[in-house]
């Protein structure tokens, strides 16, 4: 499905970024693998190997605007191409509005909203001279619902669902699409480490009754990185197990 097509994942090292990793390489693409500490990516890019793809890795702070310019250009001229962009890259900074610091306001702001722009910018002129490519965010249903004690992560995850339609507008026309997936409560240590009744109280309100997997999140974001979404763009997808609809 991806031969001869290279991918870039932002925060790869592990959980959905790991899995998208795997499952455009299981399909034929390259892999840049991109995160703040190239040690963290070494199991990832095992994995990745495995497929028998090419992997690189890259060590990339996501909210710096030179950075990332400077290191999406050594890829396209390494690579030749940079066919799909995936920006996962996110942090959590939970709290009550009244308790949050701004430290934290920016900090979840800065990596997942700033983020995703310095890393969709500094692709999009390799994409516009080879007159395609596809750009999956990997926004969030906080982004959509919003949830309390996360004022900054739903604000940051919001701004990602408007930036996605936003550049798909700006974008069509050179053949680039630019679209975004909504995850819901997926299986992370995270969840792994709730209580029976919190995560009770968790299932309750997902109608198919199960936490998703990192592959349901990866799945979705092959499929909008390949071609049989070749007339999709400016979209959100809701990976929620119906508790958003």
Not at 65 to 82: L, P
Not at 84 to 97: E, Y
Not at 110 to 127: E, H, I, Q, S
């Amino acid at each position: 499905m991806f031969e001869g097509k290279t991918a870039v994942i932002t925060g790869a090292a592990r959980g959905i970024g790991q899995a998208i990793a795997i499952d455009l390489a299981s399909k034929g693409a390259d892999i840049v693998l991109c995160d703040l500490q190239e040690d963290w990516l070494r199991e990832t890019a095992e994995a990745v190997g495995r497929t028998g793809r090419k992997v690189a890795c890259r060590e990339l702070d996501v909210t710096n605007h030179d950075s990332a310019q400077e290191v999406f250009g050594d890829i396209a001229a390494t690579s030749g191409t940079i066919d799909i962009l995936v920006n996962n890259a996110g942090i959590t900074r939970d709290g009550l509005l009244m308790r949050m610091s701004e430290a934290d306001w920016d900090a979840v702001l800065n990596v997942n909203l700033k983020g995703t722009f310095n890393c969709t910018k500094a692709v999009t002129r390799t994409m516009m001279k080879q007159r395609h490519g596809a750009i999956i965010n990997i926004a969030s249903i906080i982004g959509i619902m919003g949830n309390a004690g996360q004022a900054n992560y739903g604000a940051s995850k919001a701004g990602v669902i408007a930036f996605t339609k936003s550049t798909a507008k700006e974008l069509a026309s050179r053949n680039i699409r630019v679209n975004a997936v909504a995850p819901g409560f997926i299986s992370s240590k995270m969840t792994d480490a709730l209580s029976e009744d919190v995560r009770k109280n968790m299932l309750d309100v997902i109608p198919l009754k199960r936490f998703g997997e990192p592959q349901d999140v990866a799945n979705v974001v092959t499929f909008l990185a390949s071609d049989l979404s070749g007339y999709i763009t400016g979209e959100v997808i809701n990976i929620s197990g119906g508790m958003v609809m």
